[in-house]
Structures are given as structure tokens and as C-alpha cells.
């Protein structure tokens, strides 16, 4: 059974940052591109950023380029969010996602995401 | 970026009736768009992909038809878990992968 455990989420203040991590199970995790996505309370989803398999291809949404870092260590079947320079707007659930296409020099295919993790909450408030 | 507008923002239907739900894209994506149901207080559930392809353990019920810039995500005959809010994604011209607003269906 495929799973995505987030974890990291918190209380922070505007400026500060947060790590987020997200652990995958039931799959080979080093064949898969992921993804994060976020939603604002009470709000629709928002794709953040995605990661091919051998983090060859990185992509952010124009929101939080130049603040967010996405990383994984496909040894520990783990993906990362570094959120740095956090603002009010970036409250969310932050969601991590398993894509089943992947990236080639060219282009995308099938990133959407089959699975998803429970989410975890991050909250900027001073 | 590819703007994704949903419609109607909520749709009200009995139990046992059909519903069609409507993404339109502000420029083609091909075939290349998901539908997702969400209920409250979970995560998003990927229903279709490939506009019309069901994902794994999706019930007959829930249908994607459309291509280009007009997709419509139809339930046959609804069921009282089937209340929830849907989002269309398109994957075909990112950054970003854009989702679109969220169709509500309620009793």
C-alpha cells in the first residue's frame, strides 16, 4: 500500500522558516517524481513545486520561487519543503503527492499526483 | 499560465441523479488534465487522469469526457459519499500546474 507521511508543519512568525519533510512507503520511491501542493484555509489547491526522480528537473510555482527549496534523498525515501522568508499568505496545508510521469530534457508527462499524504498544517502569524 | 475555470462553483443534487461538472481551460492541454475529489478534512483523491481514464479503485460512476479546452467530469447516479468538492488540474504547459477553483456538490 502506497503512503506519504508529512511531518514539520507548525506555528512560526512572518520571516522565520520551516522545514517540511514527507516520507514515502509501498513503492520504490527513487522511480517516482513528487510533488508539493498546498491549500489555504478554506481555500482551493495550489501546485508549490515538483522534483523528478534524480531531482534533474525542479519547478516552482512563481509564489514562493526564491523563498522555497524542494529536495529528496531517495536513501531514506524522503522529500523536503526548506521554507525560508515565510509570509502570512503561505499559510496552508501543505500536501506532498507521488506524480507517476516524469521529465525528460524537452518535457513533463503525467505529473499529476495518484497519491497523496494527509498534509501537515503551517501556520505564519506573528 | 494556464488559468482553469470550474463551473457551477456549487451544485446542488438529489441522491440517485447525475451529476456533470465543467473545467474549461484558457488554452488547450491537450488531454492532459485530472479530476480530484475532496472531502472535508482529507486529502485530495486523484478520480481520473488522461481527461477520461479512471484511476485505480474508482467506481464506474464517475466519468471524464473532453479534450482540448472543454472537459466535463460526470457522476451517473450519486451516492451520499459522493458529496464533496471536485478540482480539475491540467499537467500539459507548466510551470505551474494549475488547478482549477473547485466545484462543490451538495444535497
Known amino acids: 500500500e502506497v503512503q506519504l507521511v508529512e511531518s514539520g508543519g507548525g506555528l512560526v512568525k512572518p520571516g522565520e522558516s520551516l522545514r517540511l519533510s514527507c516520507v514515502g512507503s509501498g513503492f520504490t520511491f527513487s522511480n517516482n517524481h513528487m510533488i508539493w501542493v498546498r491549500q489555504a484555509p478554506g481555500k482551493g489547491l495550489e501546485w508549490v513545486s515538483s522534483i523528478s526522480s534524480g531531482s534533474n528537473y525542479i519547478y516552482y510555482a512563481d509564489s514562493v520561487k526564491g523563498r522555497f527549496t524542494i529536495s529528496r534523498d531517495n536513501a531514506k525515501n524522503s522529500l523536503y519543503l526548506q521554507m525560508n522568508s515565510l509570509r502570512a499568505e503561505d499559510t496552508a496545508v501543505y500536501y506532498c503527492?507521488?506524480?507517476?510521469?516524469?521529465?525528460?530534457?524537452?518535457?513533463?508527462?503525467?505529473?499529476?499526483?495518484?497519491?497523496w499524504g494527509q498534509g501537515t498544517l503551517v501556520t505564519v502569524s506573528s | 499560465e494556464i488559468v482553469m475555470t470550474q463551473s457551477p462553483a456549487t451544485l446542488s443534487v438529489s441522491p440517485g441523479e447525475r451529476a456533470a461538472l465543467s473545467c474549461r481551460a484558457s488554452q488547450s492541454v491537450r488531454s492532459n488534465l485530472a479530476w480530484y475529489q475532496q472531502k472535508p478534512g482529507q486529502a485530495p483523491r486523484l478520480l481520473i487522469y488522461?481527461?477520461?481514464t479512471r484511476a485505480t479503485g474508482i467506481a464506474a460512476r464517475f466519468s471524464g469526457s473532453g479534450s482540448g479546452t472543454e472537459f466535463t467530469l460526470t457522476i451517473s447516479s450519486l451516492q451520499s459519499e459522493d458529496f464533496a468538492v471536485y478540482y480539475c488540474q491540467q499537467y500539459n504547459n507548466w510551470p505551474p500546474y494549475t488547478f482549477g477553483q473547485g466545484t462543490k456538490l451538495e444535497i
Open positions: 488522461g481527461a477520461s
Open positions: 503527492g507521488r506524480a507517476p510521469g516524469y521529465c525528460s530534457s524537452t518535457r513533463c508527462y503525467d505529473i499529476f499526483s495518484d497519491y
